[in-house]
């Protein structure tokens, strides 16, 4: 499956391009999103660009993966939301994520992305749940984890980040709002 184009109230979630890069690295290189995720202090735009490629090709081989988040009014690049399903036995299953750049904290974009990431999800996925996996002290993703309806639901220390345990939020199905789009 190719990766679609969503629109919502104020966002267009697209497939990355090329043109992306740039943009999206000043996402990964923000000290706040740094922090927020753990990244290394020596991201660079290839760790970006390499990002962007696996975010495509998780669309073609499982039909999940991450838009490019654009504000529809301006068509300026704000970061990037949708959902991670990884080749790791460990992983609860289906993620719904979002990174955006610090400039653009505090307008609700992460929620109105992530609902429409959630909404995408139990429409073209058989699944009981989706996930956000999110670490303890990242309270700004716990807190829109919380709105789009997701509960903690247990702690994991992953093998790939042995240093600290992750907070894997749950939502079930049957406690989910029914969409408010059309997501074909």
């Known amino acids: 499956m190719s990766c679609p184009t969503v629109e919502t109230e104020r966002l267009l ?21 740094r922090a927020a ?8 735009r290839d760790t970006a660009w390499l990002q962007m490629a696996m975010w495509r090709g998780q669309w073609e081989l499982r039909g999940t993966g991450q838009w490019a988040i654009e504000e529809r ?19 609860p299953g289906i993620e719904i994520g979002w990174t955006l750049h610090p400039d653009h904290w505090g307008k609700g974009y992460a929620s109105e992305a992530g609902a429409a990431a959630r909404d995408y999800a139990f429409v073209h ?9 999110i670490l303890p002290e990242n309270t700004r993703s716990q807190a829109v984890a ?15 980040f042995p ?20 997501l074909t």
């Open 146 to 160: 919380q709105r789009l309806g997701f509960r903690p639901w247990q702690e994991r220390t992953f093998s790939f």
């Open 37 to 44: 995720l753990h990244l290394p202090d020596d991201i660079d």
């Open 13 to 33: 979630l697209r497939p990355f391009e090329e043109r992306d890069v740039d943009e999206y690295f000043g996402v990964l290189d923000a000290p706040e999103v």
């Open 163 to 182: 240093d600290m345990p992750h907070v894997i939020w749950r939502l079930r199905r049957s406690d989910a709002p029914a969409p408010q789009r059309a």
């Open 73 to 91: 009014a301006t068509g300026r690049f704000v970061g990037r939301a949708g959902m991670h399903s990884p080749a790791r036995a460990e992983w």
């Open 125 to 133: 996925h058989d699944v009981d749940a989706l996930y956000s996996v």
